[in-house]
């Protein structure tokens, strides 16, 4: 059976958009806007103008990990079964749809993404964000719905672009999820020519709670704000670029119990103010960050990377974690407030080619500053797990095989302070080792 010539010219075209959509920019953070200023952007944007201004992309990340031992909690994808101690699993599996309207001047005037993920546990809403574009200055865009927060670096930058298969402990923690419903401003400039074209900020208002929560429970709202210096060249080999980031937060607090720490009788320990006057007021969520990357192209054409940020602060949090909680407490439980800080950094090298990359990184986690080691547990302290400092050390390799093809190896020897707290007395044997395959498209 003879196809119709005019079928197939129909069909053509539908055929060089989804060609073309494989190939097409590569969003490196959760919030990106098309970037105009590169070809494959300025292609994209042609695209999106004729053919519906729509694009589909995502990725996948089937990978096998074993634990140090049986049933750990773990940071590398999660904790694992009781009598687990290998897994096969699939980490991530995202769709992105992306649709942008065109104004008659050929400029984007809204923005619209869904994200979602499904693997053998769920299926769940990442993203549901629309983003409005100021056109006579091309400097500003509002953005409401459901995104990833504006602060810091790691936070931000995509899963399927960071080199490490996770986010570090404290990114985890006081970030989980990433996202949060709220509205933001930004201030990013889409002009060459404008005098801050190297300068990005945000300032938002969110929830505060995350989408991990079954819906707002307090009137408490968390406001972001991040300034960031964009990548600046110094010279053709040195790319440099840094941010500061602040959340200024609160959850009402629901009982007249609040938990600090402070020293009795030359002990450090949980201590209580159970004040009536604590009832309906608030208790703070204040974090301070700062981050720089660093890169460095040689006369190969190899990469040395240089990334770090430190993020401290005050978190509030319960007895038995230091995230923020996603319900309100009750009675005598009451909320723990905590001082923090945490930092993390990555060195990164190309070696051979531009398809081979070595890793070597470095966090650490400190839910309480105020107490450590065997202050951890000691009698009458009533100092949970939630206190213990955790610090990674990540060695990894990566081999770039195609444009959608990745392979990540990578080893995370956990490192947990010793206290006085039953299976806390030595360092854990939860080191993991996670081999990936990634495909994107």
Known sequence: MRKNPNMLRKKLPILAVLLLLCHALQAQYLMDMVDTSKETGRGLLNLYKKFD?????????????????????????????????NRFMLRRSRVRIDYVHFSEGKKPSVQIVFQFDANERAFTVRDVWGRIFENNLKLFSFTTGMFARPFGYEVNLSSSD?????????????MKSERDLGAMISLDSRRKDNVLKYIKADIGVFNGQGINAAGDFDNSKDIIGNLALKPYHLGRHITVAAGASVLYGSLLQNTKYVYTTGTVAGIKKVTVDSTAANLDNTS??????????????NKKGLTTELRAEFIAGTQTGTAASSETPTALVSGADGFHKRNFNGAYFYLLQQIFNTKNQVMLKYDWYDPNTKVAGNEIGAAGSNFT????????????????????????????????????????????KDDVFTCRLQFRF
């Open 53 to 85: 201004h729509l694009k589909i992309g995502g990725y996948i990340q089937p990978q096998f990990q074993v634990a140090g031992s049986k049933g750990i909690r773990s940071f590398e994808g999660g904790d694992f079964s009781a009598k687990v101690s």
């Open 162 to 174: 960071r080199e490490s298969p996770e986010r570090g402990r404290m990114s985890q923690t006081l």
């Open 284 to 297: 703070p969520r204040h974090y301070y960050g700062a981050n720089t990357q660093f890169k460095y192209k």
């Open 385 to 428: 797990a939630a206190n213990i400092k955790y610090s990674t050390l990540g060695f990894g390799y990566i081999n770039y095989l195609t444009e959608n093809v990745k392979v990540v190896l990578y080893y995370a020897r956990v490192f947990n302070e010793k206290t006085q707290l039953t299976g806390f007395t030595s360092d854990a």
